[in-house]
């Protein structure tokens, strides 16, 4: 049994060693373990804590759990100062934690720390601000926009400006012809006015659809047929929500290509007439005030214009209520007289009858002024003992009526072919959708 000398040989040793010290001196740090966690106190940093020791597993503590001269090694972290709150922070404001205390993040990049709304990723505003941190401001949201004047929809090509928003008088389409008339853009409805209103390159095509030469003719409405030499009766006036109708001598279609309406001028009651020529019924739109009118037609840009025979000037009529007013005076005397607008040279063209001789002229008529220029004689082969006068887009021919015949005239010389032996006066070309 050898394991009993060895243990009395070293407890000899141990007393041995201790007898050598004198009363009060403190043993080696090579020997003493303070805190028992197996190291001396010359190799423990901390001999106080059993936890700190050569070894030990580092803890975020701020303290040096493994004795290596490093504290939380492995443990810290760059956190970022999240001010507002989106989840991204402050590249420029940043802290070292082993997890991230209030009001820090791990994720920087926000580009503008004081707005919740911008930070990476985020959706892309036009705001002119750069939203999403990229770098680029309203980038894939701005639009080439064009100046929409005249409020229809189109814009003029001419005005072009990239913006994601700018404003309410713009827009994408840059397709007006003229962005000064809201009635002109394509699609729209190229009527009888001398006017590219659709932008399509051509001037007044919606004109000569659904087309026919009209004429009313005591209180009879005829469709008349030129080419053919005929003519058809359409309706007798249905005026059973007016009183009573009197003399009629003055008849216009409109023009617009949409149709079906006409009005006629009571010259018995001194009122305007609205009508459908669809179904012949009659309506009364209101007095003129003007006492007499011997020409009506559709003119520039819509307006319904008339002849007054008593005052011999050129008048406008308002198809909302009836009344008319006067533009200025024709410088012509007149009395029995017609009046047509000629869309493709985009001028009124008026006709008189003189009842002393029943020779009758042509005239234009400024529709700015009224004032009456350029005569023509009308052919004096014929007795023209009425005035009736149209202007027929589709063939381009003026159509003249007396009292036993519509002719075909040549404006430029007055020459004038018979065309049909009808009993007509007030004449108008005629636009219609009727089944």
């Known amino acids: 049994m050898r394991l009993l000398p060895a243990l009395l040989l070293m407890g000899c040793q141990l007393e041995k060693f201790s007898s050598s010290l004198s009363d009060g001196d403190a043993l080696p740090s090579s020997v003493v373990d303070g805190d028992g966690d197996g190291y001396s106190a010359a190799e ?16 975020c503590d701020g303290v040096d759990n493994d004795c290596d001269g490093d504290t ?4 810290l972290h760059t956190f970022y100062a999240d001010t507002d709150g989106d989840g991204f922070g402050d590249e420029g404001n940043t802290a070292e934690f082993c997890e991230a205390p209030s009001g820090y993040v791990p994720i920087g990049n926000d580009c503008d720390d004081g707005d919740s709304g911008i930070y990476p990723g985020t959706n892309e505003q036009c705001d002119g601000v750069d939203n999403d941190c990229d770098g680029e401001v309203d980038e894939d949201l701005s639009e080439i926009w064009y100046v929409d004047g005249d409020g229809d929809g189109f814009g003029d090509p001419a005005s072009k400006l990239e913006s994601c928003s700018p404003g309410k008088s713009y827009v994408t389409d840059n397709t007006d012809c003229d962005d000064d008339a809201p009635e002109t853009y394509p699609g729209a409805v190229d009527a009888c006015d001398g006017e590219d209103n659709d932008c399509d390159g051509d001037i007044d095509e919606a004109a000569t659809e659904n087309a026919w030469l009209g004429s009313l003719y005591k209180g009879v409405l005829y469709e ?38 006409a009005y006629a001028y009571d010259g018995t009651y001194d009122r305007l007439l609205r009508l459908d020529v669809c179904d012949g019924e009659l309506t009364e739109v209101g007095e003129s005030g003007i006492n007499s009118t011997c020409g009506l037609t559709f003119g520039p840009d819509g307006e319904l214009y008339g002849l007054n025979s008593e005052t011999s000037t050129l008048v406008v009529f308002d198809t909302a209520d009836g ?6 005076s024709l410088g012509m005397e007149i009395n029995n007289c017609a009046l047509t607008y000629d869309c493709s040279r985009d001028t009124l063209v008026g006709m008189h009858v003189n009842p002393d001789d029943n020779t009758g002229v042509l005239f234009s008529v400024d529709a700015a002024t009224g004032a009456a220029t350029t005569a023509v004689s009308l052919d004096p082969m014929v007795s023209w003992l009425a005035a009736g006068i149209a202007f027929d887009p589709p063939s381009g021919m003026f159509f003249v009526a007396t009292t036993d015949a519509l002719f075909e ?19 108008s070309y005629v636009v219609d959708e009727c089944e």
């Open 72 to 75: 939380d090694e492995g443990l």
């Open 323 to 328: 009344s008319a007013t006067e533009v200025g």
């Open 409 to 427: 005239v040549d404006i430029a010389n007055g020459l004038a072919s018979e065309r049909i032996g009808l009993t007509v006066n007030s004449l």
């Open 44 to 59: 423990d940093c901390d001999d106080s804590t059993s936890v700190i020791h050569p070894g030990a597993v580092e803890q």
């Open 224 to 261: 008349l047929e030129p080419d053919t030499s005929s003519y058809t009766e359409l309706a007798k006036l249905d005026s059973a929500s007016i009183d009573d109708v009197g003399n009629t001598p003055a008849f216009a279609g409109s023009l617009d290509g949409t149709g079906g309406i």
